[in-house]
């Protein structure tokens, strides 16, 4: 990827942004990753394992994530699980993903695409105010 300045990049994969997203929190295994996918995204996000190792695998290449040593106790934890966490170059692109992503749904509200909502107010839908 070479993600020298990473606000220029090209837009993630949805899959990628997720994995970013589940890792930024802290380390985590492969299915601990799809877990928390499903958990944040209340089921809407469903990680197959092909998706998730494949975008693993170039997200190791691209250096975004690494393989980490530290393990968990092994009391609790099976040792033929790897784990995963987000790089300093990972956490860059997340972010700059985020803002893009964010600058999107700004440009989505102005076409009122979206509902406009005040804060702690429920948004309403553009026919309702």
Known sequence: MGRDD?????????????????????QRHGYG?????ARRSEGTVRMGPGTLYGAIKRMLADGLIVETEQRPDPAIDDERRRYYQVTDLGYRVATAEARRLEQLVRVAHAKRLLPRSE???????????
């Open 33 to 37: 990753i799809v877990q928390e996918i």
């Open 119 to 129: 804060p702690g107010q429920p948004a309403t839908a553009q026919g309702d105010a």
């Open 6 to 26: 990473a606000a220029t990049g090209p837009p993630l994969t949805p899959a990628v942004f997720h994995i970013l997203l589940a890792l930024v929190d802290g």
